[in-house]
Protein backbone atom coordinates (compact mmCIF):
# COMPACT_ATOMS: atom_id res chain seq x y z
CA UNK A 1 0.00 0.00 0.00
CA UNK A 2 0.76 3.67 -0.74
CA UNK A 3 2.20 5.03 2.23
CA UNK A 4 -0.31 7.80 3.06
CA UNK A 5 1.54 9.31 6.20
CA UNK A 6 4.54 10.29 3.59
CA UNK A 7 3.60 13.04 1.95
CA UNK A 8 6.91 13.55 0.19
CA UNK A 9 5.77 10.63 -1.91
CA UNK A 10 1.97 11.82 -2.68
CA UNK A 11 2.36 14.90 -4.49
CA UNK A 12 0.29 14.11 -7.16
CA UNK A 13 0.34 15.66 -11.26
CA UNK A 14 -2.20 15.01 -14.12
CA UNK A 15 -0.82 12.31 -16.22
CA UNK A 16 -2.54 10.81 -19.36
CA UNK A 17 -4.78 7.65 -18.81
CA UNK A 18 -2.72 6.00 -21.64
CA UNK A 19 0.38 6.34 -19.35
CA UNK A 20 -1.06 3.77 -16.73
CA UNK A 21 -4.08 1.95 -18.58
CA UNK A 22 -2.31 -1.12 -19.74
CA UNK A 23 -1.27 -1.65 -15.84
CA UNK A 24 -4.84 -0.58 -14.18
CA UNK A 25 -7.12 -2.19 -17.13
CA UNK A 26 -7.03 -5.46 -15.99
CA UNK A 27 -8.71 -4.40 -12.44
CA UNK A 28 -11.35 -2.97 -13.82
CA UNK A 29 -14.90 -4.33 -13.75
CA UNK A 30 -16.98 -4.38 -16.90
CA UNK A 31 -18.55 -0.66 -16.91
CA UNK A 32 -16.03 0.96 -14.94
CA UNK A 33 -14.36 3.78 -16.43
CA UNK A 34 -11.33 6.05 -15.32
CA UNK A 35 -12.00 9.47 -14.44
CA UNK A 36 -8.30 10.75 -13.79
CA UNK A 37 -4.96 9.30 -13.19
CA UNK A 38 -2.31 11.14 -11.16
CA UNK A 39 1.42 10.08 -10.31
CA UNK A 40 4.09 10.98 -8.00
CA UNK A 41 7.41 9.91 -9.19
CA UNK A 42 6.58 5.92 -9.72
CA UNK A 43 3.40 5.26 -7.65
CA UNK A 44 0.24 6.38 -8.73
CA UNK A 45 -3.39 6.68 -8.27
CA UNK A 46 -6.50 6.38 -10.46
CA UNK A 47 -10.05 7.70 -9.99
CA UNK A 48 -12.82 5.56 -11.36
CA UNK A 49 -16.82 6.01 -11.14
CA UNK A 50 -16.33 3.67 -8.70
CA UNK A 51 -13.50 3.33 -6.56
CA UNK A 52 -9.93 5.02 -6.43
CA UNK A 53 -6.90 2.36 -6.92
CA UNK A 54 -3.69 3.01 -5.61
CA UNK A 55 -0.65 1.66 -7.36
CA UNK A 56 2.59 1.26 -4.94
CA UNK A 57 5.84 0.84 -7.54
CA UNK A 58 8.28 -1.96 -5.92
CA UNK A 59 12.03 -2.55 -6.17
CA UNK A 60 14.59 -1.77 -8.72
CA UNK A 61 12.97 -2.83 -12.05
CA UNK A 62 9.54 -1.73 -11.08
CA UNK A 63 7.94 -4.92 -11.77
CA UNK A 64 6.50 -5.75 -8.16
CA UNK A 65 3.31 -3.78 -7.64
CA UNK A 66 1.15 -3.51 -5.21
CA UNK A 67 -2.39 -2.22 -6.00
CA UNK A 68 -5.15 -0.97 -2.70
CA UNK A 69 -8.47 -0.51 -4.08
CA UNK A 70 -10.54 2.01 -1.87
CA UNK A 71 -14.31 1.78 -2.95
CA UNK A 72 -16.00 5.35 -2.64
CA UNK A 73 -18.53 3.96 -0.64
CA UNK A 74 -16.12 3.74 2.56
CA UNK A 75 -15.51 7.35 2.34
CA UNK A 76 -17.01 8.70 5.56
CA UNK A 77 -15.78 12.60 5.52
CA UNK A 78 -13.77 14.42 2.59
CA UNK A 79 -11.77 17.59 2.60
CA UNK A 80 -11.03 19.57 -0.65
CA UNK A 81 -8.06 22.47 -0.37
CA UNK A 82 -8.04 24.40 -3.73
CA UNK A 83 -4.63 25.78 -4.83
CA UNK A 84 -4.36 29.74 -3.62
CA UNK A 85 -1.32 32.48 -5.16
CA UNK A 86 1.55 31.31 -2.80
CA UNK A 87 0.30 28.04 -2.12
CA UNK A 88 0.20 26.28 -5.40
CA UNK A 89 -1.26 23.07 -4.35
CA UNK A 90 -4.12 21.51 -4.01
CA UNK A 91 -5.29 18.90 -1.33
CA UNK A 92 -7.84 16.32 -0.94
CA UNK A 93 -8.22 14.70 2.91
CA UNK A 94 -10.56 11.55 2.77
CA UNK A 95 -11.26 9.48 6.38
CA UNK A 96 -11.85 5.53 5.04
CA UNK A 97 -13.52 3.54 7.45
CA UNK A 98 -11.56 0.88 8.55
CA UNK A 99 -8.25 2.53 7.20
CA UNK A 100 -8.43 6.38 8.74
CA UNK A 101 -7.30 9.75 7.02
CA UNK A 102 -5.49 9.63 4.04
CA UNK A 103 -4.22 13.13 3.38
CA UNK A 104 -3.21 13.72 -0.41
CA UNK A 105 -1.68 16.56 -2.47
CA UNK A 106 -1.92 18.00 -6.25
CA UNK A 107 0.22 20.03 -8.29
CA UNK A 108 -1.55 23.40 -9.85
CA UNK A 109 -2.49 21.59 -12.77
CA UNK A 110 -5.10 19.14 -11.40
CA UNK A 111 -8.87 20.04 -11.13
CA UNK A 112 -9.06 19.41 -7.37
CA UNK A 113 -12.94 20.96 -7.69
CA UNK A 114 -14.06 17.88 -10.46
CA UNK A 115 -12.36 15.43 -7.91
CA UNK A 116 -14.18 16.21 -5.31
CA UNK A 117 -17.80 16.95 -7.20
CA UNK A 118 -17.13 12.99 -8.97
CA UNK A 119 -16.28 11.66 -5.31
CA UNK A 120 -19.28 13.54 -3.96
CA UNK A 121 -21.46 12.04 -6.86
CA UNK A 122 -20.39 8.44 -6.36
CA UNK A 123 -20.47 8.27 -1.90
CA UNK A 124 -23.40 10.34 -1.64
Not at 24 to 37: A, R, W, Y
Not at 105 to 124: K, Q, Y
Request: overall charge negative.
Amino acid sequence: MIDFENNDVIKLRKVSEDSVVKCISPLLVKGENIIGTYKAIRDFIVFTDKRMITVNIQGVTGKKRDFTTIPYSKIQVFSVETSGHFDMESELELWISGLGKIHLEFTDSSDIVAIGRMIGECCL
